[in-house]
């Protein structure tokens, strides 16, 4: 915790430089210590997918990415506390060519519907399939109580994630490595 | 009006073309966009709920490093005219007292947050670190936050310049009420009150506006309607309409009624850009978004239900009192919603004999804003659930009520002028009754009584608006109602078409697709979608109020129907046969003469002919291939009903319930995609339990807000709520050139008396009403207690 | 919002009163509150520091004292305004002797907070009133002792 005080006491002027991994790659950077590291993927990383939904409560979860292995929201950090870390945000999960489970479960079971909220509910998605093989309807609706959906109800977004889970369940070790690398 | 084309694509469900981009992380929204040199606006709003400015000093706040300006109301007022231009207020008739505003208040505040400087600074963080050394002073004035003490003779005014605190008030009345009541066997009479909850979209609110003085005004903002905006811009501003542009992002995330007003921020932003000459970025943060926008409903109603002793409702009073809040947003300015509520109040219900008295009153709290089920929660809540009441009083069958009361005969006008077109709602009602099981949950309760479980059954309907006509739309918000659309042949046979409304998740790019395909005989992928450029696309008044599918949607069928003959008098010319321009099917991109299936002609060299080789025309013949339609119905009024059922069970010692099962049955006309129509049917039920059970924008009696977290306005999470069953009872409109409807936005409006009815049937206690919404753990412990004192 | 409450000083009225009404006494004692300067007549101008957590701030403001009757009873008027909001209290204070070592104070007032001090702590408001006037009176007891052994 100490950190966020120190960098409260600067304002306006302190900077540090922090390394971090985003999507297999390697960024260096500058910042103000106090910036949220929210801002620091979605304004020096130019990575807008990841989305502020609640400014800073942790609430709402369309923040949401996967850090050192861990689903976090990324409102509720400052960019200097990552220094370091390995991330994965929306942008690192899969390509329109080759999506992963998880994206193709949300589009073929209409898991969205205005997409604010559907990259921090994937990441969210992501550390539950790392974890669980077959989730129950029970398992998948207390996963995703950090992330809040405004349009679907969450019936299609609990459909998309059976639809991963089936799809991971029916894949070789080598490709659940691979595709949950993070 | 109705013809048949080949249907490949229309009732489908196809995965939607939007969806690739989003699930990347691929999509823009507002916050995504930005301009080089952009500059940020952070506002400073008021901590009282109704006070005096006496000084703003803002030296501290200029003298900050990385500051651009700092801007006060008087300044923006010069600027621009007062906002409530006449374009954009209801004529509804009734008694109006308007309010005056500007962007930024001036020499007084009416709730707290409503803005009172804009900073402008280099980054975010600067203009909040400014926001902080500005200092104003107040002094206090009374604050009001119940309506009915807002009402009074003796209660202090809001507006100094108004001879009271009502905004509006009117009454929507047919047919002789004293005599049905004097006629009536029973007569209910009950207070009920929707408290004030909302939406809150996911996205906030948010613009980028920037300046020159050769193409004006251009403004990104995460409009419903950005058409209006523009019109409201021109007109407040005073700017040319050609230096107005408005463009709504491809992606904005979730609106549900609130992003459709005309709201001060946007005003201030434009002002902003043309001073500075340097764009600007707002981006509203959940705390203003919580204190600010999305929260509606708040109507107490005194009504009263005029009964046969076979349950038949033959009159229907009521007072109807809207906390309208300031009442100081464009379009709506507090009471729309109120009034359409009122208009339907009666619902699916043939009630001959109606007065509603409707007073909206200003206090000193944000101004109601729309929300999905436009005005009509708390009435749907008191109607439906009333006439559980009813049943129980008359020791009737809810079922038999229903039924008896349900609309049979379509075209249907209600006493409140609401045109009814067509459908089956007796049959949607039966539907969910068989789908629920109702007869064998009435065992089960029996059984489950013995082991001193308290299961309960409930069902309540909603007959919600699909787009809304001229005839309607012109009155209540001063724009036209039809939908309007351009479909346009490109130089390379693919499809564009542009439509004046401005989605917000629905999936407009896919739907639309489907439709327009199968008119013209291509695949979705030969369709691309435009929408949100003011400078692009048809007039139009905005995605809302289920106008797609209905309205907007139909203008594209029109446009491109428009397009066919001409499309075959080409083909025709170019094969050298003799056609009427009506005899080619439209398939597999070409077009293929009926008579001769082996004369076609594929589509993209009739857009080659049309648009680059005009000299292969027949002659005389105009060159392009595009067509721009309105579409109205002819009728009134659209509507399209939901039934909803729940099963569920009550624990009387604590008043907390489970759901057990809820059902929907909805009919939408044609379904364009039913997977999207299930997923709106899930989207709206989940709000309105959100609504019922867990949100509340909640307020102390200084006025300050209470709920301006997450953690406070507790929208349901996916642990919160139950499955939901959707079952499909679709019949097509003769209104519509396809038979499709809207839906989507009424969907929240039976969920209260759904469960309130299913909660009062499980508990079976004599006198144990719910009158009051929300539905909690602790209100329904109350309830209990009270129904078991004898008075 | 109320606040509201009974507090036992180990001093008669007359010291109580004079303690409970002395700025400096009131720097030292009252949570919060980090200057004291005389603008007038029981006038003076206040620097707070309140809040909860997050929402922590610094306020300025003034402090009044009305109605007083020394060593009987007393109005404080309290406003402070600052970048999160604002804090208003009006609180009557009224002493009762019990015995030459006990003065019993009772205190009887309205308190409210606005902006989003109000927004996000509001519910939690009145457990922190209470907290803070427990905080204020033991340091005040406190203050009471130092009297008594310094006489």
């Known amino acids: ?182 | 009006m109705t013809s048949v084309t080949e249907s490949k694509w229309v009732g489908r469900s196809i995965r939607r073309r939007e969806d690739p981009r989003l699930l990347v992380g691929a999509g823009k929204y507002i916050a995504d966009y930005s301009i080089p040199g952009m500059a940020y606006l952070h506002v400073v709003r008021s901590t009282h709920g109704h006070a005096r400015i006496l000084n703003i000093d803002i030296s501290k706040a200029e003298d900050y490093p990385g500051v651009v300006a700092v801007i006060t109301g008087q300044e923006v007022a010069d600027a621009m005219k007062p906002m409530l231009v006449s374009s954009i207020i209801p004529n509804l008739g009734g008694e109006l007292q308007i309010p005056t505003v500007y962007p930024l208040a001036i020499d007084k505040v009416q709730w707290v947050g409503d803005p009172i400087v804009a900073i402008i600074a280099e980054s975010k963080y600067i203009a909040e670190d400014a926001a902080q050394l500005v200092e104003i002073e107040y002094e206090k004035l009374p604050v009001l936050t119940d309506p009915e003490e807002a009402m009074k003779p003796d209660a202090p005014k809001i507006y100094d310049n108004w001879k009271d605190n009502m905004l509006w008030k009117g009454q929507l009345a047919s047919g002789d009420v004293d005599k049905a009541f004097k006629e009536a066997d029973y007569v209910l009479s009950e207070r009920f009150y929707g408290h004030r909850t909302g939406a809150a979209p996911m996205e906030t609110r948010g613009a980028v506006a920037s300046y020159d003085e050769f193409t004006g005004l251009t403004i990104h903002v995460n409009t419903q309607r950005p058409h209006i905006l523009r019109m409201a811009i021109s007109q407040i501003m005073s700017m040319p309409y050609d230096k107005v542009r408005v463009i709504a992002p491809k992606d904005v995330g979730g609106a549900f009624g609130t992003k459709a007003p005309i709201y001060r921020e946007e005003l201030l932003i434009s002002y902003i850009a043309m001073k500075l000459r340097r764009p600007v970025k707002w981006v509203e943060n959940r705390m203003e978004s919580l204190m600010t926008i999305g929260q509606e409903r708040d109507q107490i109603h005194y009504l009263e239900l005029a009964v046969t002793k076979e349950g038949k409702i033959i009159g229907l009073r009521d007072r109807l009192i809207a906390d309208s809040g300031d009442g100081r947003i464009g379009v709506y300015l507090g009471f729309v919603m109120p009034w359409l509520g009122a208009a339907y109040l009666s619902n699916a219900y043939d009630i001959p004999n109606v007065q509603i008295d409707v007073s909206c009153v200003v206090t000193n709290k944000p101004s109601l804003t729309p929300s999905r089920a436009f005005g009509e929660f708390p009435g749907r809540f008191a109607m439906d659930y009333a006439m559980h009441l009813v049943a129980r009083e008359l020791k009737l069958d809810p079922r038999d009520v229903f039924e008896k009361n349900i609309i049979k005969q379509f075209p249907h006008v209600t006493a409140t002028g609401i045109t009814h077109d067509s459908g089956d709602y007796e049959g949607a009602f039966r539907t969910l009754i068989e789908a629920l099981d109702y007869d064998r949950v009435r065992q089960e309760q029996a059984e489950a009584r013995k082991n001193g479980r308290l299961i309960g059954v409930g069902f309540a309907m909603g007959a919600e608006m699909s787009g809304l006509g001229s005839q309607i739309f012109v009155p209540m918000e001063n724009q036209p109602g039809y939908g309007a659309a351009t479909v346009k042949i490109d130089t390379h046979g693919m499809i564009q078409v542009f439509e004046g409304d401005s989605p917000q998740g629905q999936g407009h790019e896919t739907t639309l697709s489907q439709v327009v395909a199968d008119e013209l005989g291509v695949t979705m992928d030969d369709i691309y979608i435009s929408y949100g450029d003011t400078f692009v696309t048809p007039f139009a008044s905005g995605t809302l109020g289920n106008r797609g599918a209905s309205y907007t949607f139909s203008a594209a069928v029109l446009a491109c129907r428009k397009l066919r003959p001409k499309i075959q008098q080409i083909a025709a010319h170019l094969l050298g046969v003799e056609s009427d321009g009506n005899d080619f099917t439209f398939a597999n991109k070409e077009i293929v003469w009926k008579k001769d299936p082996s004369k076609k002609i594929a589509l993209r060299d009739i857009a080659d002919a049309a648009i680059l080789g005009p000299t292969k025309l027949p002659r005389g013949m105009e060159a392009g291939l595009e067509a721009t339609a309105y579409f109205e119905a002819d009728i009134a009024g659209m509507l399209s009903i939901g039934v909803h059922g729940a099963v569920v069970e009550v624990n009387p010692d604590t008043g907390d319930f489970k759901i057990l099962r809820y059902v929907v049955v909805d009919d939408c006309g044609v379904p364009i995609n039913p997977m999207i129509v299930r997923g709106q049917v899930h989207g709206g039920v989940v709000m309105g339990m959100g609504n019922a059970r867990f949100e509340k924008y909640a307020f102390d009696e200084a006025g300050q807000p209470l709920s301006t977290t997450l953690m406070e306005y507790h929208m349901p999470s996916a642990a919160d709520v139950p499955d939901i069953e959707v079952i499909e009872y679709n019949v097509p409109t003769p209104y519509t050139p396809l038979g499709s409807k809207g839906k989507g936005e009424g969907i929240p409006g039976p969920v209260p008396a759904t469960l309130a009815s299913a909660i009062t049937d499980a508990l079976n206690i004599p006198g144990f009403k719910i009158l009051n919404l929300p539905i909690t753990p602790e209100s329904i412990w109350r309830s209990i207690n009270e129904a078991k004192v004898p008075t | ?151």
Request: hydrophobic share 40%; with cysteine; proline share 3%.
């Open chain 3, 1 to 151: 919002m109320k606040v509201n409450g009974t507090y036992d000083i180990p001093a008669n009225a007359i010291t109580t009163y004079e303690l409970l009404t002395d700025p400096d006494v009131l720097v030292r004692t009252m949570p919060g509150l980090k200057s004291l300067k005389s603008i007038g007549d029981n006038h003076y101008e206040a620097e707070l520091e309140v809040g909860i957590s997050v929402v922590k701030g610094r306020y300025k403001g003034t402090v009044k004292l009305e109605d007083e009757i020394a060593g009987e009873q007393f109005r404080l008027v309290m406003n402070g305004q600052g970048p999160l909001g604002f804090v208003e209290m009006n609180m009557f204070v009224q002493l009762e002797q019990t015995s030459d070592q006990q003065t019993k104070v009772h205190c009887e007032g309205e308190a409210s907070v606005g902006g989003v001090v109000a927004g996000i702590g509001q519910r939690m408001m009145s457990g922190v009133a209470s907290m803070l006037m427990g905080q204020f009176f033991t340091a005040m007891r406190k203050e009471a002792s130092k009297a008594k052994n310094a006489s």
């Open chain 1, 1 to 182: 915790m100490q950190p966020i005080q120190e960098a409260q006491q600067t304002v306006g002027n302190g900077m540090k430089t922090i390394q971090v991994r985003v999507n297999g790659k390697i960024a260096k950077k500058e910042v103000p210590i106090r910036m949220l590291l929210v801002d620091f993927i979605r304004e020096e990383l130019a990575l807008t997918g990841t989305h502020v939904g609640c400014s800073v409560e942790g609430r709402c979860g369309a923040c949401t990415i996967v850090l050192n292995g861990d689903a976090v929201k990324s409102c509720l950090m400052l960019a200097v506390q990552a220094d370091g870390a390995d991330i994965m945000t929306v942008e690192g999960l899969g390509t329109t060519d080759k999506l992963h489970p998880i994206q193709q479960g949300f589009w073929e079971k209409h898991g969205l519907q205005c997409g604010f909220c559907t990259p921090g509910m994937m990441m969210s998605v992501y550390n539950l399939l790392k974890t669980t093989r077959h989730p129950s309807i029970d398992e998948i609706r207390d996963a995703l109580v950090g992330n809040l959906c405004r349009c679907t109800g969450y019936e299609h977004i609990i459909q998309a994630v059976q639809y991963a889970a089936d799809q991971v369940a029916a894949m070789s070790k080598e490709e659940r490595d691979e595709i949950f690398s993070y």
